[in-house]
């Protein structure tokens, strides 16, 4: 075990390169991030023997690695913002054909107008493609969880690809401390592949892909996705169980913060749950009783855990980095409300969509945002409309 | 070889079936009848012809049958009826025909 200064794209890159996987395919232009520079340049120097497929898009990315996993071969790739927008119809079949590719995602806002900053535009636009989807607040954990997603993609009970995020820019261009493992330690972690139904395995021959006919199975095999996604729920606290004995980092869906005596709590996904949680120190040192959730697993959601560790907070303040246009408000805050609606007493449930396009979230937004809380809680009316953290209002 | 008993597929509920829809038999294609979907029919002039293979290699349906190295004829039940054959025949041996009156000439 070793402590680098590293950046996000750098240790994500470094954990894929100790796993080394057979094949990775990547779109080695823009949008793309230094994740499939660095790793192109291992393979140029020897340091693994994946094969690199270097592809004219990021929808041949995703499916030339759909290829190369219905092959049989461990596979890769990464991607960012319009590029992950250019996988989209590939990253169904992936999850439907219940391949195991996992895929570094580096969240960023997707056009227009054009702009190349973080948000989760993109990977929450994805959330129901049938990927498994796990967010990291800084550079370690996209090291880790970029460990991690082999293990539950490619358990027996989920088979299913995964995605792992970390915020463009913020997270993934700048340097940070990271913890990494041995290589061998990485290997040994993740053990041998197990291709299922490989095509290339000559004395099985297989269809991959096929037409499910006029009156097929495909309603049957839809409800296989989701029990895989069922199953995903265990597997993930068990790989993070395990891996957290491997380095003294468990994970889990999502951990809390202050939040067992809170009577207003935050919930954040990614890089402002860091800032969030300073923010919820700084308060409860003024004696207000502030919690924080910061979620990991958001697909599948762990809504019935989320509901629980909830369970007693009067007013849940849910940040969201992106927008789902003329929804109730945000994908994180539509998941969170509808989790805590069985909840007895239920709390109440405030929308706050920052971040959008890379706007900065200062320590003072996120205080406004707890303020908002605190007046609900007290008694005051706070609209559930959005409400919106630093913006430009008229 | 795997086995794959399907007799009672109908029955089937979601956890039964192979993941992600693989069906572990290869060649399935040749079950589903596609010759069904052609307007245009490919008659081939065998006096014309000389085995070159060029419209085996650009048959996208493998539809060109070859037998001892030479075109035996083509497979009607799954030709789709693209013309592609005809289009890169350097002798101009294969022509496309209208399907509802070559059909209609088998019937009578």
């Known amino acids: 075990m070793s402590r680098k200064a590293i950046t996000g794209n750098g240790a994500v890159a470094l954990a894929l390169k100790q796993v080394e996987p057979d094949v990775m395919s990547a779109y080695p232009i823009t949008p793309q991030t230094e994740i499939a520079q660095n790793y192109a340049q291992f393979v140029a120097n020897g340091d693994v023997k994946t094969e690199y497929i270097a592809v004219e898009s990021e929808h041949s990315a995703m499916s030339a690695a759909i290829g190369a996993a219905a092959a049989g071969a461990r596979t890769i790739t990464a991607t960012s913002s319009q590029g992950f927008a250019l996988m989209w119809e590939m990253l169904f079949i992936a999850a439907s054909l219940r391949l195991p590719i996992t895929m570094p995602v580096i969240t960023r806002a997707l056009s227009g107008p054009i702009n190349i900053h973080c948000d989760h535009s993109d990977s929450m636009g994805g959330r129901d493609c049938g990927w498994i989807q796990l967010y990291g607040e800084d550079a370690q954990e996209g090291y880790d969880n970029a460990i991690q997603a082999f293990r539950i993609a490619e358990h027996m009970d989920v088979r299913l690809p995964v995605m792992t995020m970390i915020d463009g820019f913020i997270i993934s261009g700048a340097i940070g401390p990271v913890q990494t493992l041995d290589d061998d330690k990485v290997k040994e972690f993740v053990g041998e592949y197990q291709a299922v139904n490989p095509l290339l395995d000559a004395d099985n021959p297989v269809t991959v892909g096929p037409f499910d006919g006029l009156h097929g199975w495909y309603f049957e095999h839809k409800v296989s996705q989701n029990r895989a996604m069922e199953n995903a729920m265990r597997v993930i606290e068990e790989v993070g169980a395990e891996y957290g004995k491997l380095t003294g980092r468990p994970y889990s869906h999502f951990t809390t913060h202050h939040l067992d005596d809170a009577e207003v709590a935050l919930v954040a996904i990614g890089s402002a749950a860091g800032n969030a949680k300073t923010v919820v120190d700084g308060l409860r040192e003024k004696g207000r009783k502030v919690g924080l959730l910061k979620v990991r697993t958001f697909r599948p959601f762990p809504a019935a855990q989320v509901a629980e560790a909830l369970a007693g907070v009067q007013v849940v303040g849910v940040m969201d980095r992106s927008d789902s246009f003329g929804a109730q408000g945000g994908p994180l805050f539509t998941e969170i409300r509808s989790a805590l609606y069985d909840a007895v007493p239920r709390p109440q449930v405030l929308n706050f969509i920052y971040g959008l396009g890379g706007r900065d979230i200062f320590p003072s937004d996120i205080e406004e945002a707890v303020s908002v809380c605190e007046q609900a809680a007290a008694g005051e009316s706070v609209t559930q409309e959005r409400h919106y953290l630093n913006l430009r209002e008229d | ?108």
Not at chain 2, 34 to 62: H, Q, Y
Not at chain 2, 71 to 91: F, S, T, Y
């Open chain 2, 1 to 108: 070889m795997k086995k794959w008993q399907i007799d009672d597929i109908d029955t089937w509920g979601p956890s039964r079936h192979e993941l992600g829809a693989t069906i572990p038999r290869s060649g399935t294609a040749d079950d589903y009848n596609t010759g069904g979907w052609r307007v245009e029919r490919p008659v081939r002039d065998r006096e014309k012809c000389n085995d070159c293979m060029i419209c085996f290699f650009a048959c996208p349906d493998s539809s060109v049958v070859v037998e001892d190295g030479k075109m035996a004829e083509i497979d009607l039940e799954h030709c789709k009826g693209c013309g592609l054959c005809a289009a890169v025949c350097p002798r101009d041996a294969i022509e496309m025909t209208d399907e509802l009156e070559a059909r209609r000439k088998e019937e009578e």
